[in-house]
């Protein structure tokens, strides 16, 4: 997937990422592994700034769209979009933890619940964020808006995801899919 420091027809580039990182550096973010605490706090200010992205984002009624919007050593920043009967799949985060707070529409969000088998769910509309740990298992799907759209940060930056199968017994793994495959099979599309 192409970066917003990458993208080239995006206008005003030197501005946006000059935004970010004024906006990042405001948080006063420590170096190392961040909290899910920390990450709600940088989903939530950048969402703030839809001008930092909203023009974008693309509606893509095929594939669940995202960009990257920024990397650091410590965590990756990226704008997702959601259209209709899109979603995420079972999958965990490769060791990250995350958050995400949705900017246009909601997400219905169901998750391995603390027992391991069964499955819990809630909704986040606009503005709600939502913070999980790095074993947290979950599917995440369109639920308004067209498109619905999230800010997502992760940390450590994510390595890759691993994708799930749900039954009765609870979640089986099913295939690790490498970062490095998912942004070349975004590039390619």
């Not at 529409?105 to 169901?110: F, T």
């Not at 503005?127 to 298992?137: I, M, S, T, Y």
């Not at 749900?166 to 089986?172: A, N, T």
């Amino acid at each position: 997937m192409m970066t917003l420091e990458t993208q080239p027809t995006a206008p005003h580039l030197e501005e946006r990422v000059a935004a970010l990182d004024h906006i990042l550096s405001g948080l006063n973010l420590p170096g190392g592994r961040l909290t899910e605490v920390a990450l709600q706090r940088i989903v939530i200010a950048v969402a703030g700034r839809p001008e930092l992205f909203d023009d974008l984002v693309v509606a893509d009624p095929a594939h669940r769209w995202w960009l990257t919007l920024r990397e650091a050593d410590n965590f990756d920043l990226r704008v997702l979009s959601w259209e209709h009967d899109q979603t995420s799949d079972w999958h965990d985060h490769g060791g990250s933890a995350g958050a995400y707070v949705v900017t246009r529409g909601s997400l219905r969000e169901r998750f391995r619940a603390a027992d391991g088998v069964t499955v819990s769910e809630r909704v986040a509309g606009a503005g709600k964020p939502v913070a999980f740990e790095p074993a947290h298992v979950h599917d995440v799907t369109y639920a308004s808006g067209s498109p619905a759209v999230s800010i997502h940060a992760y940390s450590p930056p994510l390595s890759g995801l691993t994708y799930y199968d749900h039954g009765p017994l609870g979640f089986v793994a099913r295939e690790v899919v490498p970062e490095e495959s998912r942004r070349a099979f975004e590039l390619a599309r």
